[in-house]
Nanobody, 125 residues
């Protein structure tokens, strides 16, 4: 069992930055590929970024490339999402997710086993 707790969301003006954190506890975090997803009102959950267990590979959806960076600190059992140059269309609830095992990054929601409760990000224009 893995428990995930996101933090760092909030209200920011367009062009600003936020850093989301996702702290994991329970089952070994070190070997868990991790991902960030988001869901805006009335829309389906959308993949944002993913990272392999050993930080060897990462992947971002096209709409956030060059603006968002995913990283992890296995010693702290934490994964981060640095979000720069935020746009109003980035407004959503952001969720982190963990899967049990795997050697690469994963982009589909059904590839993940554990989910956090979400943190709200609101970008004003």
């Amino acid at each position: 069992q893995v428990q995930l707790v996101e933090s760092g969301g909030g209200l920011v003006q367009a062009g600003g930055s936020l850093r989301l954190s996702c702290a994991a506890s329970g089952r070994t975090f070190t070997f868990s590929p991790m991902g960030w997803f988001r869901q805006a009102p009335g829309k389906e959950r959308e993949f944002v970024a993913a990272i392999s267990w050993n930080d060897a590979s990462t992947y971002n959806v096209a709409s956030v490339k060059g603006r968002f960076t995913i990283s992890r600190d296995n010693a702290k059992s934490t994964v981060y999402l640095q979000m720069n140059s935020l746009k109003p269309e980035d407004t959503a609830v952001y969720y982190c997710a963990a899967r049990t095992g795997g050697s690469r990054y994963y982009t589909a929601p059904d590839e993940y086993t554990y989910w956090g409760q979400g943190t709200q990000v609101t970008v004003s224009s």
